[in-house]
């Protein structure tokens, strides 16, 4: 059982940077590959990024390839999203998830076993 509590959202003016945090419980951290998806108002939960469990492997999505990125402390337990120059388009509700399974997709929902709580990020004009 892995337990998951995101932190770091807010609200913020066009251009300005974020760093939002995954905090998770357990001793097996390490084994879990971690993924950041973010669900706006009215749309379906997206995936934005997706890091292995030693790091070594990170998926991000396109929408945000160059501004967002995914980086993991497993001495800490803790996953980050830093996010750069946002747009009122990336706000959303961020959700830090855990997969255990190797082999499934990175950037499907299904994929991951436990999910956080979600922290809200508001991007204005």
């Known amino acids: 059982q892995v337990q998951l509590v995101e932190s770091g959202g807010g609200l913020v003016q066009a251009g300005d940077s974020l760093r939002l945090s995954c905090a998770a419980s357990g001793r097996t951290f390490g084994s879990y590959a971690m993924g950041w998806f973010r669900q706006a108002p009215g749309k379906e939960r997206e995936f934005v990024a997706a890091?292995?469990?030693?790091?070594?492997?990170?998926y991000v999505t396109d929408s945000v390839k160059g501004r967002f990125t995914i980086s993991r402390d497993n001495a800490k337990n803790t996953v980050d999203l830093r996010m750069n120059s946002l747009k009122p388009e990336d706000t959303a509700v961020y959700y830090c998830?855990?997969?255990?399974?190797?082999?499934?997709?990175?950037?499907?929902?299904?994929?991951?076993?436990?999910w956080g709580q979600g922290t809200q990020v508001t991007v204005s004009s």
């Open positions: 998830a855990a997969k255990a399974r190797t082999g499934s997709s990175w950037g499907l929902e299904r994929s991951y076993d436990y």
């Open positions: 890091i292995s469990g030693s790091g070594g492997v990170i």
